[in-house]
């Protein structure tokens, strides 16, 4: 990466996005450490969205921002359980003693629908079953699933905020910062540029 970041450097970016595996994130971030380069917003998807990829990044993880498709502040619960998001993470963390993830409450969801579904069924038929996810229309853990709604036929979008990894006391935690798509989501801290 040793010609983009010069690039970069040359240019006087401050801010550098994309998506990327975590490998391949972790080696551009140490190269740019190495070479003095300091964006003061990196947002890379993919690379900063689970809590072991971003511990691996070290002291250098403090900062780096990514999209929060859910987390323990979202304000939806389970429509089969009642269970909160923050339950549900919590839950999860006692159980595996790891800290929760972005797709732990998708995979709920997943479940949600299609128990939904199969109760609003006709019947047992494959048009039957499809008619009824088309139809869909559920609170679920991760926000409403309207297949109806859209922004087309046979998909829904949930709410979706920005969020930093913090350094804490345990290590990193992801932290919404920015709520403007998705205002009933919490802002639980401000927005900082990166200062390592």
């Given at each position: ?163 930093q990894w913090k350094k804490t006391a345990k290590g990193f935690e992801l932290v919404v910062v920015e709520n ?17």
């Amino acid at each position: 990466f040793s010609a983009y970041i010069a690039e970069f450097k040359k240019n006087n970016v401050e801010i550098v996005t994309g998506v990327l595996p975590p490998p391949d994130f972790a080696n551009f971030w140490a190269q740019a450490g190495q070479q003095g380069f300091k964006p003061k917003i990196v947002t890379a998807a993919k690379a900063t969205e689970f809590p072991a990829a971003v511990q691996s990044f070290g002291p250098r993880a403090n900062g780096l921002s990514v999209e929060v498709w859910w987390s323990p502040v979202h304000p939806f619960s389970s429509s089969l359980t009642g269970v909160s998001s923050a339950q549900l993470a919590a839950a999860y963390t006692q159980a595996t003693g790891r800290p929760w993830a972005m797709p732990l409450a998708f995979k709920h969801s997943l479940f949600e629908v299609a128990i939904d579904a199969l109760k609003r069924a006709a019947d047992l038929k494959p048009e039957s079953i499809r008619n009824a996810i088309r139809d869909t229309n559920l609170n679920t853990i991760v926000g409403p699933v309207n297949f109806r709604k859209g922004p087309v036929p046979n998909v829904a979008k949930t709410p979706l905020v920005g969020g930093q990894w913090k350094k804490t006391a345990k290590g990193f935690e992801l932290v919404v910062v920015e709520n403007s798509l998705a205002p009933a989501v919490p802002v639980k801290d401000k927005f900082e540029v990166i200062k390592a």
